[in-house]
C-alpha cells in the first residue's frame, strides 16, 4: 500500500463511475490525456488492465470491477472520517446474488442465511428475469445467479449450474379447501393457483393431462410470494415447493394437501468461472444446500 498512489485510484473511480474518459475528464478539470496517462499508471502498479473499450464508451474488467469495489470502500471510509473525526471504518466484502422473480423468498434467505449479519459482509439482492441475471452474471455485475432451472450451455461461456437442493411441489389451502377424499375430486371442486412458466407448470400440466381433468385457475402468478399470499386469502390452493409456504404450514395458516404430485422443483446457483472468485460465493457454496422445512 506505501506505493499506492491515491490520486491515480480516485481518477479511475471517476472514470468507472462516468462510463467515459471525456465525461471523468471535464468532472476532474484534466486534460483527457493526463487522465489517461495517470490510469496506465495505476494499471501497470496493479499488474492488469481495468478497462476495455466498448464502442465509444469503457467497461470495466473483472479486475477493473475488483478495483472499483475497494476504491469505493476506501473513498467511502475517508469521507465518513472527515464527517465524523472518529470512525475508520471496516473493508467490507460485497456479494452480489441475483435471484429469479419467481424464486421463492424463504429459499433465498436460507440461501444466504450463512452470510447475512456477517461482519464485514455486504449482500446486494436482485431479482429478474433469466436472461437479464444472465447477462448481470457475464457483465461481472452480479457474482451468482440463482434459479430453478439450469440454462442452456450455449447461453454462457464456461457456466457452472451447482444444484443446491431439490423440494417435492405439493397443493397448499387454507383449511376448508384440502379435505378431499382424492386427487382427482380434490381438483374438480377446488380452484388453483398456477404460477407462470416454470418447470412446476409445465409438471402440473403434465399431471392434469393424464388425469384428463381441466382444473379451475383461481389465478397465474410469476410470483411465488403472491402465490402463498393468495393461498393464505382463500382464493385458492398453491402449487408450490414447501419452503413458499413453510411460515404458514407452521402457524397452521395453511394445510398440505395428502397427495403426492410426483413434480419436484430443484435449485441452483449459477456462476461462471472467474480469475479472482468471490470467497463470499465460495463460503456460500462449500456449505451446502439450505435445509428445508
Known amino acids: 500500500m506505501a506505493d499506492l498512489n491515491f ?44 478497462f476495455t473499450r466498448q464502442g465509444r464508451g469503457l467497461v470495466l474488467t473483472e479486475a477493473g470491477r475488483i478495483a472499483l469495489d475497494h476504491a469505493d470502500r476506501i473513498f467511502g471510509v475517508g469521507d465518513e472520517l472527515l464527517a465524523t473525526l472518529s470512525q475508520t471504518g471496516t473493508p467490507r466484502a460485497v456479494v452480489r446474488v441475483g435471484a429469479l422473480s419467481t424464486l421463492s423468498r424463504n429459499f433465498q434467505l436460507q440461501f444466504l442465511r450463512p452470510v447475512l449479519g456477517r461482519d464485514g459482509v455486504e449482500v446486494i439482492l436482485r431479482s429478474g428475469g433469466a436472461a ?13 445467479v440463482l434459479t430453478t432451472e ?13 444444484r443446491l437442493a431439490e423440494q417435492k411441489v405439493g397443493l397448499f389451502g387454507v383449511p376448508a379447501r384440502v379435505d378431499h377424499p382424492d386427487l382427482r375430486s380434490l381438483l374438480a371442486a377446488e380452484p388453483v393457483i398456477l404460477p407462470t412458466e416454470s418447470p412446476i407448470r409445465t409438471g402440473f400440466e403434465s399431471l ?19 402465490v402463498r ?20 404450514l407452521a402457524s397452521g395458516r395453511l394445510r ?4 403426492d404430485l ?22 456460500l457454496l462449500r456449505l451446502g444446500a439450505p435445509a428445508f422445512p
Open 229 to 248: 399470499l393468495l393461498a393464505r386469502e382463500g382464493a385458492g390452493l398453491a402449487i408450490a415447493p414447501e419452503v413458499v409456504v413453510a411460515d404458514e
Open 262 to 283: 410426483d413434480i419436484v422443483e430443484a435449485f441452483y446457483a449459477i456462476t461462471v468461472p472467474r480469475r479472482f472468485p468471490n470467497p463470499v460465493v465460495e463460503d
Open 150 to 162: 439450469p440454462p442452456a450451455r450455449d447461453v454462457l461461456e464456461g457456466i457452472v449450474a451447482h
Open 7 to 50: 490520486h491515480h485510484l480516485r481518477y479511475f473511480r471517476a472514470v468507472a463511475h462516468e462510463g467515459s474518459l471525456t465525461r471523468a475528464a471535464a468532472l476532474l478539470n484534466l486534460s483527457q490525456s493526463a487522465l489517461s496517462s495517470q490510469i496506465r499508471k495505476l494499471e501497470e502498479r496493479l499488474g492488469h488492465a481495468l
Open 132 to 144: 437479464v441475471l444472465l447477462d448481470g452474471l457475464r457483465d461481472l455485475d452480479l457474482d451468482v
Open 256 to 259: 398440505a394437501v395428502p397427495f
Open 208 to 226: 392434469i393431462a393424464r388425469m384428463g381433468i381441466t382444473p379451475r385457475i383461481a389465478a397465474e402468478v410469476d410470483d411465488m410470494a403472491m
